[in-house]
């Protein structure tokens, strides 16, 4: 599977599953369908991007620190929206995001597939 | 009239050095003793290079050694690989000595080599590029039946170079590498083996049983896969005994276990297969030679995808402690 792909999957992956587990904070669990939801969007946008620089750079570490940046980003924009009672989840929403950035940053540097040179 | 040693040593020195007046080489210092003769490094005056000399011992080309020698050359000619040592050019000096000259290999021989590679994987991937030229001599109908670390020179850039193929032997003809009966000087020399049932060729140490018995019809690739198998030993046993010891892996020793297995049947069947055993192993993945357990397989996994593992954990672990932080 090429970098961009396999950024963009487990992003979306790692998102969703990232989202629904805003059902353990009570305050939000009537929101969740919401939080799922974006928070996908969020985990594929990330994915691509970590995909993208996979594909461009070819270092672990820097995959690594690139998706825990691109994760943070993502995550901060979505955590300075506050909830209909204006609370932020800062903590609940960058960490975890960071860390996920983290995971498909090494998944795509290890395990995808770098494009092949054309054939004539 | 008494004569000195040292004057005695030069003389010797003088006769058995070649007699190069006339030719394009210009002998510059002795490399080497063989049982065949001696490899001296000459100076090329036309090209302005300096190449390794082979020169037979006596100086008669239609003799035994000469006709070796000369079997020598042709087969390597016919192995052009980067880890075999290319040969130059072929012919009889002016005292009748036949010679050939190859590169000159700047660099130490394995056994020398050995102390200054410090890691397991570095041996490895050292025999890996051993087990490459002899895959490509396998291929081309060729065994070596002289593996060992003295015959094995590493470069300064880590180029390795099989050398010394005085004792090898053609197992099949190929229509494409089979050298031009135009060339005259190599025309009387069969590139058959020469050597009989029942004449023992090789090291001991090195050599496979069935080189130890003569049996010179059993002898096959897995002949030279087991003295591949024992180069391994040796580098793994020198490693045990240096200042740093560091203890052998089981699946490392049931590779050098496979490799150096008495029945043929036993070992590997070809080079390649002990090659992709080490690559395996190199690789941290499990091993034809070594069948794993459950748990031990699970725990290879686990080492080898533990960055992820760690990942995975620490966000599991911190997800887990936002939610008892923020639960009512």
Redesign the interface.
Known sequence: MNKVLLGLMLGGILGAFDGMTAWFTPAVRNQLLMIVFFSTIKGIIAGICIGYFARKVHSLPLGILFGLAIGLVLAYAVAAMPDPSGKHYYFEIMLPGAIVGMIVGYATQRFGLSPQPAHR | MKVSDSAIARLRAAVESPDLEGSRYHLLDKLGQGGMGGVYRVEDSILGRQVAMKVVAVPDSTSSLADRLLREAQIIARLEHPGIVPVHDVGTLPDGRVFYTMKLVQGKRLDAHAAELGTIPERLRLVQKVCDAVGFAHARGVLHRDLKPQNVMVGPFGEVLVMDWGLSKIIREQEATRPSDSSPILSFVSIQDGTSHGSVLGTPGYMSPEQERGDNTAIDERSDVFSLGAILQFLARDLAHSANPVARPRALTAIIKKATAVQPSNRYQDVADLSSDLSAYLDGLPVQAYPEGVFVGIWRWVVRNR??LL??L??LI??TL??LW???
């Open positions: 960055v992820w990942m995975v620490a966000y911190m997800r936002l939610i923020r639960s009512p």
